[in-house]
């Protein structure tokens, strides 16, 4: 339980730092899905986000790893009709054993039984700050595939990830309006200094009434969603009244407008205005009236009423004026209209840079800060008053190689990571993991620094070296006695007794694997601690070679597995400490005949590669998927595959260790498609060696 605990710790730990590097909306989807379906399984996968009512705005499909574009209305449906639907109502995880029995699930046209069949099916919301920001959902092409546990692994992925897919919406709107509202600016600057919507409005209708000489002026703005247009502002005689009226989409002289994309003067409205009862305002008399489009990047977002001209007709240049007029307004209240946006999405995001689990630091680029969350304030035990007279560098020790002199390499690549130790206030010092990133902050180039306490994840690190430490230093004395008494027994058999021999052997086999193990822990401590290895020696590559196959003998007669060898003829010694390279290849053979059938087949083999003889161990076993050749070699690291095999997970990470250390290199041949295939490389013994 406390093993499974910790596992769940190190992914979701790993997920939430994977999500936490990326700020781009795709991005973190993308990385969302393949999380989960690494950990928790399933073919495919799906994301759709959700806006603050509950709509899809974005989405992503996942077959594998390629990525499948233009899914927005595809999801949209299901949403509405389907499982992601049922999970939004009802803000529950659903778990689908079986596509085929559950009404929930949505059957397209290129869904039906008879082509795919039944699958099984995860669909989980993703939460943030109590509301839904989004549904992920997995889909296996087996039924029955998932159980409860699956599904508990993907709720916790989704609980883990939901705030980042929030952070991402919110910061892609962020930039996309920001976008927009920067590309309006120079038009609204030519026309108005005022950005406030309600003051825009006012001088729009002022410069209206004074242009035409009217006695009223009404400005109508389109209502997102309905197309029903609203008198947002009014001046002049009986203002008041046309405040708030509504006019239906497709309705009265504004509906004509809009249909024919220009102005229209009616100049005795009670004759020619088939639309009396749509364009009445209480207590005006309207006499005459004249409309004009307010435009904006070529869409009409809104209409101009100049209401009874005061010399009792509109000037022949009337509709002329107030086109012009509309066409400068429009920009005017569309920038208006982002910034009130952008001041919001401003206001939420410094609500989430508050709210951050982690301390953030925001800097200029000589390191002075700037800003910091409350996280930070918190956790450090520093005023806000002092913080701004400090710099990055007093907190923690900046990784100029990380960041580069000046921050050169946070201009090129914007982000960069290391662990540090956080100096608080009060002199306590806490290991964190350090995210830098440059950003735009209120149009401010700056630098963002984000801290993750990683103390627990640091002690966990000790424990795991004290074990083996225990280990290593506990179990060999008793070990030693144990293969001593071993050998005395051998020595003690007066007649020969198969079965008593057979036993021994084991016994002997066992007890040498301990040691190997023991050794191999011992050897990674010192090498992770940056010790030379000191006892090398030229050492013949056949005959490692057949010691390692014949130390593995046992265990591959049992499988019935079968060898080969082609060292080719003439190999020259490798320049190693021969009983840790034994037990390198010892390692990789062990694996080799774990995860091969019986019956398989293993070859090994020798030959010159440059400057180094390359040593390479096949198999026709399970092979290891490319996305894991890397992460097994790390230490604790075990491979996903599904196969129920024991072991610590040290034994590749030792050998990395090993083969690192004689300056050579070990990785898994990823052209090699049979099974799989180390390739291990060690330098040559040279003349002045073989003199030494």
């Given amino acids: 339980m406390e093993n499974d605990s910790r596992s769940l710790l190190e992914l979701l730990y790993h997920v939430s730092r994977e999500v936490a590097t990326a700020l781009d909306l795709r991005t973190v989807l993308q990385r969302v899905l393949y999380a989960a379906i690494d950990n928790v399984g399933g073919e495919r996968g799906s994301i759709v986000v959700m806006d603050d009512h509950g709509k899809p705005l974005d989405s992503i499909i996942v077959h594998g790893r390629r990525v499948q574009g233009e899914t927005t209305q595809q999801l949209r449906v299901t949403v509405e009709r389907g499982l992601a639907g049922w999970v939004v109502r009802n803000k529950k995880p659903a778990l689908v054993p079986d596509t085929s029995r559950d009404k929930r699930w949505l059957r397209r046209p290129d869904d039906a039984v008879q082509q795919t069949g039944a699958k099984a099916a995860l669909c989980v919301p993703l939460m943030a700050r109590e509301n839904i920001v989004g549904v992920l959902t997995l889909v296996h092409s087996y039924p029955n595939a ?11 992925i989704a609980d883990q990830v939901g705030i980042a897919v929030l952070n991402a919406r919110l910061y892609t709107e962020s930039q996309r309006q920001a976008r927009v509202m920067t590309a309006l600016a120079d038009g609204a600057m030519t026309i108005n200094s005022s950005l406030q919507m309600d003051d825009v409005l006012q001088r729009i209708l002022n410069q209206t009434i004074q242009a035409l000489q009217v006695e009223t002026v009404g400005l109508a703005l389109e209502e997102s969603g309905s197309g029903d247009f609203i008198f947002r502002a009014a001046t002049g005689n009986q203002a008041g009244n046309i405040i708030g009226k509504r006019v239906r989409a497709g309705e009265g002289l504004i509906a004509k407008v809009i249909q024919d994309r220009r102005g229209v003067v009616i100049p005795a409205l009670r004759e020619e205005n088939p639309f009396k009862k749509h364009d009445a305002f209480d207590g005006i008399d309207s006499q005459a009236v004249a409309l004009a489009p307010i435009q904006a990047q070529g869409k009409i977002i809104g209409v101009i009423e100049a209401i009874n001209p005061t010399s009792g007709v509109f000037d022949p240049d009337a509709l002329l004026v107030m086109t012009g007029i509309g066409s400068m307004a ?6 208006a209209q982002f910034v009130e946006k952008v001041e919001e999405t401003q206001k939420r995001y410094l609500e989430l840079f508050n709210d951050s689990i982690d301390p953030i630091l925001v800097s200029d680029w000589e390191g002075n800060i700037l800003e910091a969350n409350r996280k930070f304030f918190s956790f450090s035990g520093y005023d806000r008053d002092t913080i701004h007279t400090m710099k990055v560098e007093d907190v923690h020790q900046i990784n100029w190689e990380s960041v580069g002199e000046n921050f050169d390499y946070l201009r090129d690549t914007h982000a960069a990571s290391y662990e540090a130790v956080l100096e608080l206030k009060e002199g306590e010092k806490i290991p964190v993991e350090v995210y830098i990133r440059s950003t735009d902050l209120g149009g401010e180039h700056t630098i963002l620094w984000t801290f993750r306490d990683i103390h627990e994840r640091k002690e966990l690190d000790s424990l795991r070296n004290d074990l083996t430490s225990m280990i290593y230093h506990d179990l060999r004395s008793p070990l030693a006695n144990v293969v001593s008494s071993l050998e005395v027994l051998k020595t003690l058999l ?7 021999e057979s036993v021994l052997q084991i016994a002997s086999n066992s007890t040498e694997r301990i040691q190997r193990l023991i050794s191999s822990l011992l050897d990674v401590n010192r090498l992770e601690t940056g010790q030379a290895i000191a006892t090398q020696k030229g050492v013949s590559p056949k005959r490692i070679v057949q010691d390692a196959l014949e130390t593995i003998s046992t265990s591959l007669l049992t499988r019935r597995q079968k060898t080969t060898q082609n060292i080719d003829e003439n190999i020259p010694n490798i320049w190693a400490d021969e009983d840790m390279i034994r037990r390198v290849l010892i390692n990789i053979l062990e694996n080799a005949s774990k995860f091969t059938p019986s019956e398989g087949n293993i070859s090994v ?9 390359q040593l390479w161990i096949a198999d026709n076993g399970m092979g290891i998927p490319p996305e894991e050749h890397e992460r097994v070699f790390e ?5 996903k595959s599904g196969a129920k095999v024991s072991g610590l997970g040290i034994g590749l990470a030792f050998c990395r260790l090993a083969i690192n250390g004689h300056g050579g290199k070990i990785w898994i041949d990823k052209h090699y498609t049979n099974g799989t295939k180390f390739n291990i490389n060690l330098p040559v013994e040279k003349e002045q060696e073989q003199e030494a």
């Fill in 146 to 156: 998932f159980d409860r546990s699956h599904l508990e692994l993907m709720q916790a």
């Fill in 330 to 335: 429009g920009t005017t209240i569309q920038n």
């Fill in 494 to 500: 007066v007649e020969k007794d198969e079965a008593v």
């Fill in 605 to 613: 083999g020798a030959k010159m590669d440059g400057e180094f003889v």
């Fill in 635 to 639: 230490k604790f690291a075990r491979t």
